[in-house]
């Protein structure tokens, strides 16, 4: 039988070691928690896992990385470029490195996503919304 995972006080400095970590043991609050790869033994990937309410999310940003989300429940109105996608629950969006992009939760219900960067960290730069 293989071993179990490594607990959350398991922090996978070493190479090889599963993590196993619960979503409230990591930084943020019920609206948002994030996961950055660099804290964690250096994982390629940093992300968010988003239960945004009606009305809220980021306001036009850009990343020298590719974004994608993972639509898990409700609905929501995506920003990319010169595009506005509405997309919902079992849906992916992808924006490509370098795009401004941001999203509002639809009304009607929460909007819960992962929101998957393709780098160790975090690297956002914040633009101002169009006229």
């Not at 039988?1 to 607990?7: E, G, H, I």
């Not at 790869?37 to 968010?48: E, I, L, M, N, Q």
């Not at 941001?102 to 639809?106: D, Q």
């Given at each position: ?7 959350s ?25 994030t ?25 036009p940003?850009?990343h ?37 992009h ?5 009304p ?18 914040w ?5």
């Open positions: 039988m293989p071993p179990p995972l490594a607990s006080s398991h922090r996978g400095e070493e190479a090889g070691v599963a993590l196993h970590i619960r979503n409230t043991e990591l930084p943020g609050n019920d609206e948002s928690r996961f950055l790869g660099r804290d964690h033994g250096g994982v390629p990937v940093s992300f968010f896992v988003q239960a945004s309410p009606p009305g809220h999310g980021p306001g940003h850009t020298p990385y590719a974004e994608v989300f993972v639509l898990h429940e409700g609905s929501g109105e995506f920003l990319a470029g010169e595009e506005t996608i509405e997309a919902t629950g079992g849906s992916v969006v992808v924006v490509p490195p370098g795009e401004v941001g999203f509002t939760a639809s009607g219900g929460t909007l819960r996503m992962t929101c998957l960067h393709l780098h160790d960290r975090m690297i956002t730069e633009v101002e919304p169009r006229s």
